[in-house]
């Protein structure tokens, strides 16, 4: 099970850090990925980390802005948010597959609740 929380307004520019708690004694052997899906828009990728955290994957959208980590100790994953923009409004979903990361969401078989990023300009 994941437990997604952190999300909120912020304005223009500003930061948010987006957690990701799941349950379970194997966490460490999941990679993890986060997506986003906005108002009247697909689901889309935002970036993903390897079961070590040594491999990461972002979306070219949000490059150099978010990064993502975790800690596997806390059985956790994050999403620090930094320089954001009026469209990463969205509500933001933690996802977890077994094996190897990916960015399509429908290779992820377990997903968070989801929790509402909205940036105002």
């Known amino acids: 099970q994941l437990q997604a929380s952190g999300g909120g307004l912020v304005q223009t520019g500003g930061s948010l850090r987006l957690s990701c708690a799941a349950s379970?004694?194997?966490?460490?052997?999941?990679?993890m990925g986060w997506f986003r899906r906005a108002p009247g828009k697909e689901r889309e990728f935002v970036a993903a980390i390897s079961q070590s955290g040594g491999s990461t994957n972002y979306a070219d959208s949000v490059l150099g802005r978010f990064t993502i980590s975790r800690d596997n100790a806390k059985k956790t994953v994050y999403l620090q948010m930094n320089s954001l923009r009026p469209e990463d409004t969205a509500v933001y979903y933690c996802?977890?597959?077994?094996?190897?990361?990916?960015?399509?969401?429908?290779?992820?078989?377990?997903w968070g609740q989801g929790t509402l990023v909205t940036v105002s300009s």
């Open positions: 379970g004694r194997t966490f460490s052997t999941y990679g």
């Open positions: 996802a977890a597959k077994r094996g190897a990361i990916f960015t399509e969401g429908d290779l992820y078989g377990y």
